[in-house]
């Protein structure tokens, strides 16, 4: 009965994939998902055999109480358990707006811009290296948008041609996430609970591989920009409209420039609460910027409506979040089935999951079964079932994906389809340079992977 319920198991899987790929709803289908993954798992207990239940504990439950049991655990502690997690993705889109409303975003692409001059390739290296370090801090949509509507028509009133401008955008706001506190509280999620592994922190994961990742995808992004604008023909249809939209802008002071990165450094250096960065670095902007000259009362209807506006950003990544937990607590009784059906043929060595992983990036594509912003949370519980791998580790090989190949490449993200409807870029156009700089940067990331993180000790696993 268990091989049957295995292939079962298998073939939803591979539903939900094909569900992602099309574009429908994270949240409802993980829901689904997760109430298939409840029923077949925990019924087909009944009817396994006592040699597989007594290897697999986690499927013994004693009677309508034991199960239960379980059901509370997957349905209500596994949700609650990511407030933590709520919290930060909360206060960082907070700290975005904040960013976008006081001006220091756009003030830090146009003093970036004033560098470059008129050559290209100078202006969209300095661009690159400004939009990665802005979204260390930022995260969402809306910043994506806010910032992409100053860069884009700045790259092309160079003569950059849209395809291009958009490729080194995109790339651009992929490598920064890879360093971005919010984003690493909620991919960090996915691997163990807020309470386990307190050595496992932001400071922790840059220095031992975060910040290769964030230098890798920026620099091969910069350079493929440079090798696609020297093949192609140049364009300055966005010029006029660029200066105008420029000329009517106010610069934020200059000594607040550094303000986007204070809750990284922060938490780099001393370890510092995320929140606690946003809130001192988001004060200081407003009060420094002059936004905080009204009324106690106006200024507050400020910090109120700023907070409104980031959370609106982040709705839909909230419900899928949400959902999320539910899913990875199930995965954990369905995981014996996929041991029976996988477990042969799962990688269990980190060199061969390096280049497994490696070979295949363009699964990541589509929200496919390696982006755990997708389906990849299904392949998380069935290959951290099968071998012993450390947490660093796993958090490295999805990552890759996850950030690389579908934040940075794929048209199915939320800010990359806003991106061609803008600047009316075709997506066949965008792929032909976004793929080749998925595999060029993700190969590169998981040698980084396998050499600094490969082999650690038993007090990683899990």
Avoid at 21 to 36: A, D, S
Avoid at 96 to 106: H, P
Avoid at 300 to 321: E, I, R, S, W
Wanted: positive net charge; charged residues 10%; hydrophobic residues 55%.
């Amino acid at each position: 009965m268990e091989y049957i319920i295995g292939i079962i198991l298998l073939l939803t899987f591979f539903g939900l994939a094909y569900y992602c790929i099309k574009g429908h709803n994270l949240m409802i289908g993980f829901l689904v998902i997760t109430l298939v993954w409840t029923i077949l798992p925990l019924g087909g207990a009944l009817f396994a055999s006592e040699a597989f239940l007594e290897s697999n504990p986690v499927l013994q439950y004693d009677g309508v109480k034991g199960l239960v049991k379980i059901l509370n655990n997957i349905y209500q502690s596994a949700p609650e358990g990511w407030g933590t997690t709520l919290v930060n993705v909360c206060w960082g889109a907070w700290f975005g707006r904040v960013l976008m409303e006081t001006g220091i975003a756009s003030t830090l692409i146009r003093k970036t811009v004033e560098l470059g001059g008129d050559k290209p390739f100078v202006t969209i290296t300095l661009l690159n290296v400004v939009t990665a370090v802005i979204f260390t801090a930022m995260t969402g949509a809306g910043p994506v948008i806010a910032i992409g509507v100053i860069v884009l028509p700045i790259l092309m009133s160079l003569g950059i041609p849209k395809a291009i401008a958009m490729f080194s955008f995109m790339g651009s706001v992929a490598a920064g996430i890879f360093m971005n506190p919010v984003n690493f509280a909620q991919y960090r999620a996915f691997f163990i609970r807020p309470d386990e592994m307190p050595d496992f922190t932001l400071g922790w994961y840059v220095s031992h591989w975060g910040f290769a990742a964030f230098l890798i995808m920026l620099v091969a992004t910069t350079v493929l920009a440079a090798l696609y604008l020297k093949s192609s023909k140049t364009s300055h249809a966005w010029a006029a409209q660029t200066r105008g939209a420029g000329s009517e802008q106010k610069n934020a002071p200059f000594y607040t420039l550094i303000l986007p990165i204070v809750p990284v450094i922060l938490k780099i250096w001393l370890d510092f609460s995320v929140i606690g960065g946003f809130v001192i670095a988001g004060f200081a902007a407003l009060f420094l910027c002059g936004r905080m000259k009204g009324t106690f009362k106006e200024n507050c209807q400020l910090v109120n409506k700023l907070y409104y506006d980031g959370v609106v950003d982040t709705a839909p990544l909230v419900g899928f979040l949400l959902t999320l937990p539910m899913f990875n607590s199930v995965a954990t009784y369905a995981s014996p089935y996929f041991k029976v059906i996988l477990g042969g043929i799962m990688p269990k060595s980190e060199l061969v999951v390096c280049i497994a992983f490696a070979v295949l990036l363009f699964m990541g594509l589509f929200r496919g079964p390696m982006t755990l912003v997708g389906c990849g949370a299904a392949t998380l519980g069935v290959l951290s079932n099968v071998a012993n791998f450390s947490v660093p580790f796993l958090y490295a090989v999805f990552a890759i994906p996850t950030i690389t190949v579908n934040i940075g490449s794929c048209i199915t993200q939320s800010w990359v389809a806003w991106g061609l409807a803008y600047t009316k870029v075709d997506s066949k156009d965008f792929l032909k340079l976004s793929i080749p700089n998925s595999y060029v940067t993700g190969v590169l990331q998981y040698i980084a992977a396998f050499v600094m993180l490969a082999g650690l000790g038993a007090e990683w696993f899990i």
